[in-house]
């Protein structure tokens, strides 16, 4: 398949701060709220959601094409992402903006706080999808992620005018978007990713039931965290699978698009939604037990004995043959 994934790409600012966000926020001061903390620990990776999404599917073995925009500091970033099996001669490279910056404090309870500055990211609303196509000559499917709010609606009407499948991923811009342009990227998309607080942000910003959203998409594939992941079709039975067993978390940055870049992956593989979901849950413990979202080696025999583990053998059997990829 061929996969457009368009999107932000960014810089994480990673910290760790081993104390609890919670006892320095004081009830009767929330109105008046000025607070520090000491982070001890800074990891400086590369990121953004739809590079995270590519650099899961590159590893995989797919060749996806990211579509974004990006700054005048980009060159090494670019390099990284084509060793690692993504196509990047779409992105555009603003003259003069920095690449996006994501700056996220986690405490010791997996608590986040963090700032995003879209930068060059906003050059992204100038970016067409027609040159992409003419140059690999038609598109299987687009991936809609967070983004600047303009270019996520013009991929939206593109992929609905040209009559390509479409996955919508709104996550971290559901807080910025009105409710005209909600109810936009729900145009009858494939694919509608969220997590469980995503889903329920979704519904009040749509101002439509869960009932009246699943009417208007194929598939709703909402992450439930550490009780796996529930993917919901109108007429059908939500399918349910189980989260992966996992060591300590390390870093929960970028899991969320782990999980997308395992079940686009067994998508494009066309091995059905519970593979998808299985494929997604292992790959995202990957992300969850290493520092960065695009750190992870998706070895073939870890994700294996994962899968062969947590969904038995004929789970892992299935996946065996597509999971050759390079260390």
């Not at 906003?122 to 299987?140: N, V, Y």
């Amino acid at each position: 398949m061929r996969i457009a994934v368009t999107g932000s790409i960014a810089t994480d600012h990673l910290l760790q701060f081993r104390g609890r966000f919670t006892e320095q926020l004081l009830a009767d001061s929330l109105d008046r709220v000025s607070l520090s903390f000491l982070a001890e620990e800074l990891e400086i990776r590369r990121g953004g959601v739809a590079a995270n999404i590519a650099y899961g599917l590159g590893r995989l073995g797919l060749t996806p094409y990211l579509v974004g925009a990006a700054g005048v500091d980009f060159a090494d970033y670019q390099l990284w992402l084509k060793r690692n099996g993504v196509d990047t001669d779409s992105i555009t490279v603003s003259d003069s903006r920095h690449t996006a910056r994501f700056v996220c404090t986690t405490d010791a309870e997996q608590n986040q706080i963090a700032t995003f500055y879209a930068g060059a990211m906003t050059e992204a609303r100038d970016i067409s999808l027609h040159p992409l196509i003419e140059r690999t000559g038609g598109l299987d499917m687009v991936i809609v992620s967070p983004n600047d709010p303009e270019a996520m609606l013009r991929h939206t009407r593109e992929c609905i005018a040209l009559g390509i499948p479409f996955a919508a991923d709104p996550s971290q811009q559901l807080a910025h978007l009105g409710r005209s342009e909600v109810r936009a990227l729900l145009d009858h998309p494939r694919l509608l990713f969220t997590n469980e607080y995503e889903s329920a942000l979704l519904q009040e910003r749509a101002g439509w039931t869960e009932a009246q959203i699943l009417g208007r998409v194929g598939s709703w594939v909402t992450t439930l965290g550490d009780r796996g992941v529930r993917v919901q079709r109108a007429g059908h039975r939500p399918l349910r699978v189980p989260a992966v067993t996992t060591a300590p978390v390390v870093d929960p940055t970028g899991v969320g698009d782990a999980f997308r870049a395992g079940f686009l992956a067994a998508g494009a593989w066309r091995l059905g939604e519970p593979a998808a979901a299985r494929l997604g849950c292992a790959l995202a413990t990957l992300a969850l037990e290493t520092v960065g979202t695009q750190e992870y080696s998706p070895r073939a025999q870890v994700l294996l004995d994962r899968l062969r583990h947590t969904y038995g053998p004929g789970a892992a059997a299935q996946l065996a043959p597509f999971l050759e990829v390079p260390a």
